[in-house]
């Protein structure tokens, strides 16, 4: 069964431009008040409330007006969206300070709807954003009871239409003349438009509000185009308090950094890149950026390199607000992983690596790269940069773990060769020819056994004769 839950972000146009409950803050449209905070209400500012009026109301406090910026409603609800896309991947902005979610197919995954709301309040408000809730069958109507303030769970054993029956239809502006027209009949809730005959409510409000009504209880559809995730990832945490110590930041990282790898799971998608932006209580910004050896979406491993940053940050001034954005974000690559293998006891090698490198630096680890050359004492050299990955095959060759600084030449008795013991070849030739522009090297490489079972990599000098080790094995 389908059901809606639709997230009515009143208080959006205030909280996308500042979250501060310790003075008042107002945002007006027109030199009118658009949205007040708590503090400001109980200084008795309204909404409609003239810019002069609040100035003389709030001679003696401290208090903040603000031009609303639609630009800032839509990012913040764009983030919202990214989040709501771990609960499920229906879902969808309405209006312009709302989300509706599809949640009836998810029920089962949090083993209960209370269970689900749960999840949805609590990342609502780790977030600083508070909204009002509703729950039906459809999306438009799930939208109409959130301005209800019955209880989710208890009213939504009612039907529909008992539960829409005592709203008001002055919910409805984008009908007005259609509503004037209805309550000039006396006509005030919905509960009186169900008590008439659909063609007469067709004939008096028209084809389009008819539709409406239809489509608020399930009676024609109401098709939306879902949330598409976007090429990038932004979600902020703000504090609503000064934070002056560093340990302080550290619960809003990691929740950025859940909300991050959800997205990065959800999508199937890993990133080697994070930045972080401090946003102090003067305005000022700054920018960490973290980096990673491998593209992965291991909260933990970005947690732990994070930390490590911040233990070496200085903060000059008190952080209100940590931004996180992740601008490069590329396809996952899938990972062998051993059923049987106790994986979670064993660190992967890149989580070590990337602790290393932010903690020491970038030039404190070294590692062996491959060039393109084909003789083997010049393909393999010290680097300190990550290697570029090849879009190509790797090669079938075996190659040896261990390359020596130089081939050695072998002894050879009686056709047999030696190295700490008696040789066997197991596997080869291999030609290797290259370097003619200077001096001409022609081999005939082999994988040999010695006699305790380790294996060795071996060549005969095709132009000067002669064998030779260059290589052992693991």
């Not at 431009?17 to 027109?30: G, I």
């Not at 390199?305 to 200085?314: G, W």
């Not at 020491?360 to 570029?388: F, S, W």
């Not at 030609?431 to 060795?456: C, F, K, L, P, T």
């Amino acid at each position: 069964m389908s059901l809606w839950l639709c997230l009515r972000f009143h208080p959006l146009p205030l909280q996308c431009l500042n979250r501060s409950e310790k003075l008042a803050v107002a945002v007006l449209v027109k030199q009118r008040v658009f949205r007040a905070n708590d503090y400001a209400a109980a200084l008795g500012i309204r909404e409609g409330m003239g810019a002069a009026t609040v100035r003389a109301l709030l001679a003696d406090e401290p208090a903040q007006l603000l031009e609303r910026d639609p630009d800032a409603e839509v990012r913040s609800l764009q983030q919202l969206c990214c989040w709501a896309y771990s609960i499920t991947p229906s879902l969808h902005s309405y209006r312009e300070d709302c989300l509706q979610l599809e949640i009836g197919s998810c029920i089962t995954l949090y083993k209960g709807l209370h269970r689900l709301l749960a999840e949805v309040h609590n990342g609502i408000r780790s977030r600083g954003f508070q909204a009002e809730y509703g729950l039906a069958e459809t999306p438009s109507a799930a939208w109409l009871l959130s301005f209800s303030h019955a209880d989710l769970l208890t009213s939504y054993q009612q039907p529909l239409r008992e539960r829409l029956a005592p709203l008001p239809l002055s919910l409805l502006p984008d009908y007005s003349n259609e509503v004037d027209s209805l309550r000039r009949a006396g006509l005030n809730t919905f509960g009186c438009l169900f008590s008439l005959p659909p063609t007469a409510l067709a004939r008096r409000c028209g084809a389009g509000f008819s539709r409406f009504l239809q489509q608020v209880l399930g009676q024609h559809a109401d098709l939306r185009r879902d949330y598409q995730p976007p090429a990038t990832f932004t979600d902020e945490y703000w504090f609503g308090y000064e934070v002056r110590a560093n340990n302080e930041l550290l619960p809003a990282v990691q929740l950025l950094l859940q909300s991050l790898c959800r997205f990065l799971r959800n999508t199937q998608l890993q990133t080697t890149e994070i930045n972080w932006q401090l946003t102090g209580v003067d305005r000022s910004l700054r920018t960490i950026c973290v980096r990673s050896t491998s593209g992965h979406s291991d909260s933990q491993s970005w947690y732990q390199l994070t930390r490590i940053r911040l233990e070496q940050l200085e903060l000059k001034t008190g952080v209100e607000g940590v931004t996180l954005r992740c601008d490069r974000l590329d396809d996952s690559q899938l990972e062998n992983i051993d059923l049987f293998s106790a994986r979670t006891q064993r660190e992967p090698l890149f989580a070590l690596l990337d602790r290393l490198r932010s903690r020491l630096g970038l030039q404190a680890v070294e590692k062996v790269g491959c060039r393109n050359e084909h003789l083997p004492e010049l393909a393999l050299h010290v680097c300190q940069d990550t290697p570029a990955k090849d879009g190509g095959e790797q090669p079938r060759q075996q190659r040896p773990f261990w390359l020596m600084p130089g081939p050695r030449k072998l002894s050879r008795k009686r056709s047999h060769l030696y190295w700490q013991g008696k040789l066997e070849l197991v596997y080869g030739p291999e030609r290797i020819e290259d370097n003619w522009w200077q001096e001409a090297v022609s081999r005939d490489y082999y994988v040999a056994r010695g006699e305790r079972g380790q294996h060795y990599w071996v060549f005969r000098d095709r132009l000067h004769g002669g064998w030779y080790i260059h290589g052992i094995f693991a």
